[in-house]
């Protein structure tokens, strides 16, 4: 079956096409999906939720505020069950209510609160399908990523013949299972991934701080790249001015200390740790509870060393598999080598931050990148690209790991 442990939500508004939406749930579910049914208020003047609740196996959901779900907010509890979203019918009012974002009905409100992917099928009224306000409405959906499936064309309830028919349940079952198809394999699918990023900053006094250059780059586009894997990522961000990549989680952090208190919070769940981070290697001994006041020509700092946290990482009892970063300016390969092997890590991932145009702040960067039997040269590229690349590497020595097992 194809659509085996997938979870879809179908969504019914009121239209004649409706009686089409029973055979949908019962195709759906012959292809082994886990189906579960809403319904517009106008849908239910045209077939019952009882039929769609015999077809489905669960009652049919209709209200913003449902007492019998979880804190009554059934919305938000439905948009996160689903792996797919399929309005049919879509009429020409509900796809003109989804584009202005309006969330008055529960079956809107789920498309707008759910981060799955949602697909559309139109069925209207041949001129209200061609109507300008329609099709304006339809393109602005499509760039925002909803797919459009149909509608076809054909004789009409009204009598008419043009485009507007609902695609049958057989095609729009096939559509899903296609859908599931292409973005089936996703090496990272159900893994979880740790990055930590950005600079680290170090208060010397309430407005003064040891700091360095990084920009967060590498590790947000890493970020991205792992989530478009198909990974559950967690990014432990030092202070950057950079936005957070789509649906990755972010955990925002000051210090080396609360960089590694966030990272030990949640590191016993993480399948990969990847240590992007340019954690300040030493902290004040003692910081000033007031700002210090210019006052001789020359001051001294007391500092002392902060945490390693590749280091407590990698050799945890049960750790992820441990990437780790290393910024050189000279001996790049060489120091690498020993970052590697003295913090007991899987990987390790190096640059020379000398070159200009790469490495800090750059868009722009290579990596040597090495483990213990063996070592890849990246060769500049830009750092979306890189990300992805050294992602490959990882998932290639993962496999192997488990492979010699």
Known sequence: MKLSHKKILVGICGGIATYKSADLVRKLKEQGADVRVVMSQSAKEFITPLTLQALSGYPVSDSLLDPSAEAAMGHIELARWADLVIIAPATANFIARLTAGMADELITTLCIATESPVAICPAMNQQMYVHAATQDNLNTLKQR????????????????????????PLDITALACDFFKASEYLPLQGKNVMITAGPTREAIDPVRFLSNHSSGKMGYAIAQAAQALGANVTLVSGPVALNTPTHVNRVDVDSAENMLESVLSDIKEQDIFIGCAAVADYKVEQVATDKIKKSAETMQLELTRNPDILATVANLKDKPFTVGFAAETSNVIEYAKGKLERK????????????????????????????????????????????????????????HNENSH
Not at 366 to 372: M, N, R
Not at 383 to 390: D, F, I, R, V, Y
């Open 145 to 168: 990523d909803v797919h459009i499936w149909g509608p076809a064309s054909g004789s009409q309830a009204c009598g008419e013949v043009g485009p507007g028919r609902m695609l049958e």
């Open 344 to 399: 007991n890590l899987d990987m390790i991932a190096a640059n020379d931050v000398a070159i200009q145009g790469q490495g800090f702040n750059a868009d722009n960067n290579a990596l040597h990148v090495i483990w213990t039997d063996g070592q890849q040269s990246l060769p500049t590229t830009s750092k979306t690209e890189l990300a992805q690349q050294l992602l490959q590497l990882i998932i290639e020595r993962m496999d």
